[in-house]
């Protein structure tokens, strides 16, 4: 096997080809884009994922704490402000609540966490404790997921109000406003890990990296998907 380092456009294709592996294709997310899951499920799925939705600023802060480079942080800085938000910016997690009130679940319900099963919360603490503990630059290259966000938002926004018409369009506000965020925060991603992962070998490690961090969201919709048959 070749040791040889590939280009750059060669190693970022090798992290592209690893959207084969993107939950958009896990069983549940594909019923739920086909408009097969009853509100029941719709509900689990929403209070589940919410858990990452709270864990996402804890991740990024993890990166920042562990960064030494200034301009790094200036701009990594903005991924926590997206989902907390800032001044009148209510912020992303704001943006998923309204989306759980949506589909009829309460603020209260959402913020007590009490619908996350075990399996979701192990999978997420995982990703959190990796980012904590890792180099900075692997904790980016695990955030790579998001090259492939954009698309199962877009689903969503173009097959929920037609197969889960029960649900307030408004409330989708989320998977519109994260299509322009996930496509800029996949550049600065790209820029890191690229200039990063120099060697062959390196190159290797991110692509584990990324497998990892693609299956902790696959893992996710497993325990979902388990717990809301």
């Known amino acids: 096997m070749s040791t040889e380092a590939w280009s750059r456009d060669e190693f970022e294709a090798q992290l592209r080809a690893r959207g084969a592996g993107y939950h958009i294709h896990h069983p549940f997310n594909v019923n739920m884009n086909e408009g097969l899951l009853g509100p029941d499920q719709i509900r689990g799925w ?4 919410f858990y990452y939705q709270v864990n996402i600023p804890q991740k990024d802060g993890a990166i920042i704490a562990n960064c030494p480079d200034r301009a790094t942080r200036r701009r990594w800085v903005r991924r926590i402000l997206d989902h907390d938000g800032w001044g009148d910016n209510e912020g992303g997690i704001e943006a998923w609540v309204r989306l759980g009130e949506a589909v009829g679940l309460t603020r209260e319900a959402l913020w007590s966490q009490r619908h996350v099963v075990p399996g979701v919360r192990f999978a997420v603490d995982a990703y959190v404790n990796f980012a904590r503990q890792a180099p900075w630059q692997e904790a980016v290259c695990s955030s790579l997921t998001e090259m492939f966000a954009p ?5 969503r926004l173009a097959n929920w109000p037609t197969h889960y018409a029960w649900i307030d369009p408004d409330g989708l506000q989320y998977f519109r406003s994260r299509i322009s965020l996930a496509e800029r925060d996949v550049e600065h991603g790209l820029e890191v890990t690229l200039g990063h ?3 062959r070998a390196q190159q290797e490690r991110a692509l584990e990296i990324l497998q990892f961090k693609l299956d902790i969201l ?3 919709l497993d325990a979902i998907e388990k717990a809301y048959p």
Do not use: G
Not at 46 to 49: G, H, K, P, T
Not at 151 to 155: A, E, G, P, R, Y
């Open 218 to 220: 696959w893992a996710m």
């Open 46 to 49: 929403v209070a589940n994922r």
């Open 151 to 155: 698309k199962i938002h877009k689903d």
């Open 197 to 199: 992962f120099t060697t």
